[in-house]
């Protein structure tokens, strides 16, 4: 049995492997950033093709839906799609309590209040039991997350969606690609945002977001709203009149460009993902006490993150360690192995400042405006994942990384012979209070 790398062993992941890397960056994407310099068209309101409408069809046909726009990143995709379908002040908007913060802020950037639903277990999405029971007189939609690459469950949302009269928007920033049967997120709901951020499946050198819908009027309106209001389009000259409100939220072609070049190899990436995963996630399976992420036998898996929970109980450890301090002592010893595991998030949505203190506009709009706003509610589910789950980012996505998984999944098999390490190292951790072990260590 070899030694531990936190006890001075040497550590499972060998140097050179941890060189793979996300974004994977070829002469390719550096061509496609020159010849948009070259081409002298470097804003997208431009009466010619850009590289930015070429993506915006791709895209479109990628997803299988009719209409696709370029925004400036991801959070604004969110943003312009909930105003396209009139979400405003006094709504409110049904968020997962498990998501990335753009999820909870885009609502409070039309005035609306997000109103948070526990999550499942699992899958890590938006419980339908927990939407149906959120909703009140003033809903007027649901925000399902496809969250590290998993659809959400979205025959039972868009079911409650049609029975009360809601819209439904697809925050697909972290699942480029996954399917939902048979069909393409991002055509799964009436509007869908994603984002280009450097760090997302489909990436772009910087930032940069994508609108789909299959819905014309609410693809010119967001058109529109990126752009001050104005109709432009190719071929048509631009006439400077601003039919509705406006911002300057468009994308920069040099992004379009760089992720057209990505878009060209993503098929070929997304195919090595779903071979070196799961046969990371097989391996892990077999450990006692991990949850390992699965795809659904009605839903592929994007695989972007992936999160892992932990049970003390069922790894065999005393009864007295709990899971965030189980977690304590796998991230550090995992991490001396050369397993790159992080906490994220650290904590749910509700928890967050802006939302506990309910900081929007001026004398605390949007929740001044909804008089009936929610009053803040538990969410035992998102409280635990958050308390007893790590995740792996980014390596995982590039398409060379098969060899640093196996290394990966040698580590974990390394450590689960120790489990009587962990034992004690988590055992000696004074269990702190729920929710707040790794924040003082990530402080
Ligand atoms: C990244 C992300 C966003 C926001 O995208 P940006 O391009 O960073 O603004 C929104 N929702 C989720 C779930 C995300 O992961």
Not at 14 to 37: C, G, Y
Not at 187 to 203: H, R, W
Request: with cysteine.
């Amino acid at each position: 049995m070899s030694k531990l790398a936190v006890l001075g062993g040497a550590p499972t992941v060998p140097r050179e492997l941890r060189k793979v890397e996300w974004p994977v960056i070829t002469d390719d994407d550096r061509a496609a950033v020159l010849q948009v310099l070259d081409s002298g068209q470097l804003v997208s309101n431009s009466d010619q093709e850009t590289t930015v409408s070429v993506l915006e069809r791709r895209w479109a046909e990628q997803v299988g839906v009719a209409h696709c726009v370029g925004v400036s990143n991801g959070t604004t995709a969110l943003s312009l799609s909930l105003a396209a379908l009139g979400i405003g002040p006094g709504d409110e908007v049904i968020v997962p309590a498990l998501s990335f913060i753009a999820s909870g802020l885009a609502p409070v950037h039309q005035m609306a209040v997000p109103v948070f639903a526990d999550i499942d277990p699992v899958t890590f999405t938006i419980d339908p039991g927990e939407v149906a029971a959120r909703i009140t007189p003033r809903t007027a939609a649901i925000m399902p997350v496809h969250l590290h690459g998993l659809p959400a469950e979205m025959d039972a949302i868009n079911d409650i969606a049609r029975r009360h009269g809601l819209a439904v928007i697809e925050d697909a920033a972290q699942a480029h690609g996954a399917t939902y049967n048979g069909r393409r997120v991002g055509s799964l709901g009436d509007v869908a945002a994603f984002s280009l951020q450097v760090t997302k499946n489909l990436p772009t050198c910087g930032e940069g977001g994508l609108v789909t819908t299959g819905d014309a009027g609410a693809a010119e309106r967001v058109r529109l709203a990126r752009q001050f209001g104005e109709v432009i389009e190719p071929g048509k000259a631009r006439d400077y009149v601003s039919y509705s409100l406006g911002w300057n939220s468009k994308l920069n072609p040099v992004q379009a460009g760089f992720a057209l070049a990505q878009l060209d190899r993503f098929e070929r990436y997304e195919a090595r993902r779903q071979a070196n995963v799961p046969k990371l996630l097989d391996r892990l399976r077999r450990l006692p006490g991990i949850q390992v992420p699965s795809a659904l036998p009605h839903a592929s898996h994007a695989w972007h993150i992936l999160r892992f929970r932990f049970d003390p109980a069922a790894a065999g450890l005393p009864a007295g360690v709990t899971a965030p301090a189980m977690r304590s002592a796998l991230r550090r010893v995992l991490r001396a192995e050369g397993v790159p595991l992080s906490q994220y998030q650290l904590m749910g949505l509700p928890e967050q400042k802006v939302f506990v203190d309910r900081t929007g506009f001026g004398r605390g709009y949007p929740w001044t405006v909804a008089s009936a706003a929610p009053e803040p509610r538990d969410y035992p589910v998102t409280r635990a994942v958050v308390d007893d789950s790590l995740t792996l980012q980014k390596r995982h996505l590039n398409p060379d990384a098969g060899p640093l998984l196996e290394r990966y999944a040698d580590a974990f098999e390394k450590v689960w012979e120790h489990l009587d390490v962990i034992a004690r190292m988590a055992g000696s951790v004074e269990a702190p209070p729920a929710g707040s072990s790794e924040r003082r260590e990530a402080a």
